[in-house]
C-alpha cells in the first residue's frame, strides 16, 4: 500500500485552474448539458459517475463500491476548496457514522449495497466544468491505493468529520453537516504543512 497521500500527491497546474484549454475526458458527455447544474457548478452525482467511470478504466480496472465512491467525493471537494479556492459541487456532505456521505448521493447508488457499481451501468456525467476531469483525476491518484475501509478510518482520524460529530458515539445517527469552511480549513492546513497552497 502506498504512504498516507498528502497535498504532493495532487500537482496541481495552470491547467487544473482552467487558464489553458485541456483535452476532453471520454468519460463526460460534453455535448449534453446536465438540467441539474446549479450555481455554475456539476452536481455530486456527475462527479461520482465520473469516477466510477474514471476507476473503470485503469489497466487493471476498479469497480468502486458505494462507501469508497462517497469518500472519495469527500477528498474531491476538501482539495478543491483548498486548493482551487471553490467547491467541486453544491451539495451538503453529512458526517454519518461510517464517515462523509453526500446525502443527495446515496440513493443514487444504495442498491448496490458493499457490491461494486458496474460502471456499464452508470451514464456518463454531465456538466463537468472544463478543468474538472484533471483535477479529479488527480485526487484519483492520489487515493487510488486505499479500500473503502482504510478510506473511511482516514476520514474518521480528520478534524472535519470529528468536530461536525461532536458528542456522537460512533455508532449515532448523525446528519451534521461538513461544512465547506472546516474542509477548506483542514485541507488547507494539510497543503501548507506540505508547502504547496500559496
Known sequence: ???????????????????HGSEPSPFCNSSAK?????YG????????????QLAASETEPEFLTHMRLQK????????????RSR?????????WAHGPVVKSVYPEFASFGDQPIPNEDVPLPQGLLSDDPEFINAVWEAYKGYSAT?????????RPWRDA??????????????????????????????????
Open 72 to 83: 472519495l467525493l469527500y477528498y474531491v471537494q476538501g482539495w478543491s476548496l483548498a486548493l
Open 1 to 19: 500500500m502506498p504512504s498516507r497521500p498528502f497535498s504532493e500527491s495532487i500537482k496541481i497546474t495552470p491547467e487544473h485552474s482552467g487558464m
Open 150 to 158: 482504510s478510506l473511511r478510518t482516514m476520514t474518521h482520524e480528520e
Open 34 to 38: 446536465s438540467l441539474e447544474v446549479r
Open 165 to 198: 460529530r461532536g458528542n456522537c458515539d460512533p455508532a449515532d445517527r448523525c446528519d451534521s453537516e461538513i461544512t465547506q469552511e472546516a474542509l477548506r480549513t483542514f485541507f488547507r492546513e494539510v497543503s501548507q504543512s506540505r508547502g504547496q497552497a500559496s
Open 87 to 95: 467547491p467541486a459541487f453544491f451539495e451538503r456532505i453529512e458526517a
Open 41 to 52: 457548478l456539476p452536481t455530486a452525482v456527475d462527479i461520482a459517475r465520473y469516477l466510477i
